[in-house]
C-alpha cells in the first residue's frame, strides 16, 4: 500500500470519529411500550402505558400499530393520540375492541403534499393508552406483527412508489403483573412535547371512559392532541 493511500485511509478514519454515533449506527424502525412492564401495585387504579415510536432515521409516509391485550385482566378505557405526526387518521385503519382486546391507530400523510414524519433523536409518543384493572394477575400487552402490510397488522410504511414496510422485526411485548405486593418503581406517562425517556416514576392513575368517537382537541405542552370519549 502506498504512502499516499495510507494518508487518505487515515483521513477517512479520523473524519468518522467525529461523526454523531447516530449517523453511523442508525436505529432501526421500532414500536415499544413505555414502560416496557413493571408491577402495578393498586389493582382498584388504572394505569397509563405510551406507544412510542421510531422511524429508525426514514421518513414515513404511514405507521399503524395493532396491539392485542387480555380483555379478561384489562379493559382501554381511554386514548389518545399525537397529532402532530401525521396529517391523517382514517377512521376505518383504527379502532378499540375491548370484547376481543385489540387496539389499532394509523396514521397517514400522503406524500408530497406534506411534511412525512422522522423520528429525531429520540423515539416519539404515538399514542397514549389508559387501561383499567379488571382483575389482578400477570398480563401481557403483545403487538399484531407478520413482517408484512396487511390491515391488522403492525407496519411502518417507507416513502417510495410503492411505499414499503421497514418494520422488519417484531417488537418486545411488555408484562405487568397487576396486584402484586412488592413492586419496582418504573416509568408511565411522559409528556406528548418532551418524547424523553425518563426514569424513576410509579405507574399513575387515570379516570374516564372513552372509545373511539367524536374527537375534541385540547392543548397540551406543544403538541396538539385528539382525545377521544365516549
Same mark, same amino acid.
Given at each position: 500500500?502506498?504512502?499516499?493511500?495510507?494518508? $487518505?485511509?487515515?483521513?477517512?478514519?479520523? #473524519?468518522?470519529?467525529?461523526?454523531?454515533?447516530?449517523? *453511523?449506527?442508525?436505529?432501526?424502525?421500532?414500536? #415499544?411500550?413505555?414502560?416496557?412492564?413493571?408491577? !402495578?401495585?393498586?389493582?382498584?387504579?388504572?394505569?397509563?402505558?405510551?406507544?412510542?415510536?421510531?422511524?429508525?432515521?426514514?421518513?414515513? =409516509?404511514?405507521?399503524?400499530?395493532?396491539?392485542?391485550? /387480555?380483555? %379478561?385482566?384489562?379493559?382501554?378505557?381511554? %386514548?389518545?393520540?399525537?397529532?402532530?405526526?401525521?396529517?391523517?387518521?382514517?377512521?376505518?385503519?383504527?379502532?378499540? /375492541?375491548?370484547?376481543?382486546? !385489540? !387496539?389499532?391507530?394509523?396514521?397517514?400523510?400522503?406524500?408530497?403534499?406534506?411534511?412525512?414524519?422522522?423520528?429525531? =433523536?429520540?423515539?416519539? !409518543?404515538? %399514542?397514549?393508552?389508559?387501561?383499567?384493572?379488571?382483575?389482578?394477575?400477570? =398480563?401481557?400487552?403483545?403487538?399484531?406483527?407478520?413482517?408484512?402490510?396487511?390491515?391488522?397488522?403492525?407496519?411502518?410504511? $417507507? /416513502?417510495? +412508489?410503492?411505499? =414499503?414496510?421497514?418494520?422488519?422485526?417484531?417488537?418486545? +411485548?411488555?408484562?405487568?403483573?397487576?396486584?402484586?405486593?412488592?413492586?419496582?418503581?418504573?416509568?408511565?406517562? *411522559?409528556?406528548? /412535547?418532551?418524547?424523553?425517556?425518563? #426514569?424513576?416514576? *410509579?405507574?399513575?392513575?387515570?379516570?374516564?371512559?372513552?372509545?373511539?368517537?367524536?374527537?375534541?382537541?385540547?392543548?397540551?405542552?406543544?403538541?396538539? *392532541?385528539?382525545?377521544?370519549?365516549?
Amino acid at each position: 500500500m502506498t504512502t499516499n493511500r495510507i494518508f $487518505k485511509l487515515l483521513i477517512i478514519l479520523f #473524519s468518522l470519529m467525529f461523526l454523531p454515533v447516530k449517523s *453511523i449506527f442508525a436505529s432501526e424502525p421500532n414500536f #415499544s411500550f413505555y414502560p416496557n412492564g413493571g408491577n !402495578v401495585v393498586n389493582k382498584d387504579e388504572g394505569f397509563l402505558v405510551d406507544v412510542l415510536i421510531d422511524s429508525g432515521g426514514e421518513e414515513l =409516509t404511514s405507521a399503524r400499530f395493532v396491539i392485542t391485550f /387480555d380483555p %379478561a385482566y384489562l379493559k382501554l378505557e381511554k %386514548a389518545e393520540r399525537n397529532n402532530l405526526l401525521f396529517e391523517q387518521w382514517p377512521d376505518d385503519e383504527s379502532t378499540i /375492541d375491548n370484547e376481543n382486546g !385489540v !387496539v389499532m391507530l394509523t396514521g397517514f400523510t400522503q406524500s408530497g403534499s406534506g411534511t412525512l414524519y422522522k423520528t429525531g =433523536t429520540k423515539p416519539d !409518543v404515538m %399514542a397514549r393508552l389508559a387501561f383499567k384493572i379488571v382483575k389482578p394477575g400477570n =398480563t401481557v400487552l403483545d403487538w399484531e406483527f407478520d413482517n408484512g402490510d396487511n390491515l391488522f397488522q403492525s407496519v411502518m410504511l $417507507k /416513502d417510495g +412508489s410503492p411505499p =414499503t414496510n421497514i418494520l422488519r422485526v417484531k417488537p418486545d +411485548s411488555a408484562i405487568f403483573k397487576i396486584g402484586a405486593k412488592q413492586y419496582t418503581p418504573i416509568n408511565t406517562a *411522559i409528556p406528548f /412535547d418532551k418524547a424523553i425517556l425518563v #426514569s424513576g416514576v *410509579i405507574l399513575i392513575a387515570f379516570g374516564g371512559l372513552m372509545v373511539f368517537a367524536k374527537p375534541r382537541n385540547f392543548a397540551k405542552g406543544k403538541g396538539t *392532541i385528539i382525545v377521544y370519549e365516549k
